[in-house]
C-alpha cells in the first residue's frame, strides 16, 4: 500500500472571505478493499471509515494508512455518522430489500465497539426496496434519534425513528414528498439553516434539493445547481463561520474532483459559484458505483475538515478554512479562548468560548 502525506495545498482558492482548501494527507487503497466491496465511506476524528460487505468489517483509514484492526460491518454498502459521533452500518443482505422486523442496522461508537446496538425497520419502511447508501442521521441512534432513508421502490421518505435505542414503530412511518427523483442511490443528510431543520436530498443523477419537514411529511424548498457539479454519489452542507456551505463531486463524471460552493452566495446565471475547488487526479472512472463520497465535520467556527473516500481510488482528507466573523477573532484573542472538541454524554460538541456547536455546525444552548 502507497502511503503519502501532503503538507502543501492540493487545491487553494482565495477570496475576500479568506476561504482556503488544504489537503493534509491522502492514502491509496489497496486491492484488498476492491470497490465492488466498499462502496461507501465516511469520516470522522481524522479518520475514515470504510464498510467492507464483503467479510462484514469496517476499515479505518488515517493518514498512516489503513489499519490492521477492524470494527463491525455490514452486509450491505451503507455507512453512515450520527449527530452523537456513532456509525451505522445496513445489515441488509445485498443487493436485497430490507426485511421488516430483524436487526437490520448497527450502530456503536467507534470508541467501544464491542457495545453494538442493533435496530429493526417496519414493515411500511421495508417497502422502499434496495436502498445502497444511507446519509447522516438526527440525534444519537443509541438513545433518541431519526434517519431517513430512501430506496429502489420508494413512493416516499422513509423515517426511521429510534426511542430508547429501539426503533419507535408507532412513530416511524413513509412521509411523502414531490418533486424529488426516488431510487436506490439516494442519500439525505440533515443540516442546520439558522434554527431551523433542513435537509440535503441527493439523488446522484438529479439536481440537490434542500427539503424541510412539513408537518408529518417533506417538501422541497429549491433546487440547487453548483458549479461543475458531476452526477457522483456523496455531498454535504455544513456552516462554518456564519454561513452554509456545501461540498461536492464535480465534472468530469463519475472521476474524483471537488468542489465547495457557498450557499448564501449569489447565483450567476442560475449557477452557484465554487469558492474552492480540487481539479480531479483520475482521468478514468475508478468504480462502477458513481461514487465520490464526501463529509464534513466541523472542528471550530472556522473551519471544517473534509473528508474524501474514492472507491477503487484513495481516501483523502482536507482542511478548509473561511475567515472569522468580525470581531470574533479580537474577542477570542482578549479572552485567550481556545476552540476544542469535547464528548458529554456519548455527544461530539465544538467548544469556543460560552458558545457549544454540534457536528453539524449548529449553536446548542
Known amino acids: 500500500m502507497k502511503k503519502l502525506l501532503l503538507l502543501a495545498a492540493a487545491a487553494v482558492a482565495l477570496s475576500a472571505n479568506a476561504q482556503t482548501l488544504t489537503q493534509t494527507w491522502k492514502v491509496d487503497i489497496p486491492s484488498t478493499l476492491p470497490w465492488a466491496d466498499c462502496r461507501q465511506g465516511v469520516g470522522m476524528d481524522g479518520k475514515i471509515y470504510i464498510n467492507n460487505k464483503s467479510d462484514q468489517k469496517v476499515y479505518v483509514v488515517t493518514a498512516n494508512g489503513v489499519a490492521e484492526a477492524t470494527l463491525p460491518g455490514g452486509a450491505n454498502c ?29 450502530v456503536y461508537n467507534p470508541a467501544t465497539p464491542n457495545e453494538v446496538t442493533t435496530l429493526s425497520i417496519t414493515e411500511d419502511i421495508a417497502g422502499m426496496g434496495r436502498a445502497d447508501f444511507v446519509g447522516s442521521a438526527k440525534g444519537d441512534l443509541t438513545g433518541e434519534g431519526e434517519l431517513l432513508l430512501v430506496g429502489g421502490t420508494s413512493t416516499g421518505i ?24 426516488f431510487g436506490n442511490l439516494v442519500v439525505v443528510r440533515p443540516f442546520m ?82 469558492v474552492a475547488k480540487v481539479a480531479p487526479e483520475l482521468s478514468a472512472n475508478p468504480n462502477s458505483c458513481q461514487a465520490n463520497w464526501l463529509n464534513a465535520e466541523v472542528v471550530s467556527e472556522n ?56 457536528v453539524m455546525g449548529a449553536q446548542v444552548k
Open 193 to 274: 439553516d439558522g434554527e431551523e431543520e433542513k435537509y440535503l436530498y441527493q439523488a446522484r443523477n438529479a439536481a440537490p434539493a434542500i427539503i424541510f419537514a412539513d408537518g408529518d411529511n417533506f417538501a422541497v424548498e429549491k433546487t440547487m445547481a453548483w458549479e461543475e457539479k458531476g452526477a457522483c454519489n456523496g455531498s454535504d452542507i455544513f456552516v462554518l463561520g456564519g454561513k452554509k456551505y456545501v461540498v461536492y463531486p464535480t465534472l468530469p463524471n463519475y472521476t474524483d474532483g471537488v468542489a465547495i460552493a457557498c450557499l448564501d452566495d449569489e447565483a450567476v446565471d442560475g449557477t452557484l459559484p465554487a
Open 158 to 181: 422513509s423515517k426511521l425513528v429510534v426511542v430508547d435505542g429501539e426503533t419507535s414503530a408507532d412513530d416511524s412511518y413513509v412521509a411523502s414528498i414531490e418533486g424529488v427523483t
Open 78 to 106: 451503507g455507512i453512515g455518522l450520527d449527530q452523537a459521533g456513532n456509525i451505522f452500518v445496513s445489515d441488509a443482505a445485498f443487493p436485497n430489500s430490507w426485511a421488516a422486523d430483524a436487526p437490520i442496522i448497527k
Open 303 to 358: 473551519e471544517a475538515i473534509i473528508y474524501q473516500y474514492v472507491p477503487g481510488a484513495y481516501a483523502k482528507a482536507f482542511s478548509f478554512t473561511v475567515g472569522a466573523p468580525t470581531g470574533i477573532n479580537d474577542v477570542n484573542a482578549a479572552n485567550d479562548v481556545k476552540v476544542r472538541k469535547v464528548v458529554e454524554n456519548g455527544q461530539v460538541y465544538i467548544i469556543n468560548g460560552d458558545a457549544k456547536y454540534n
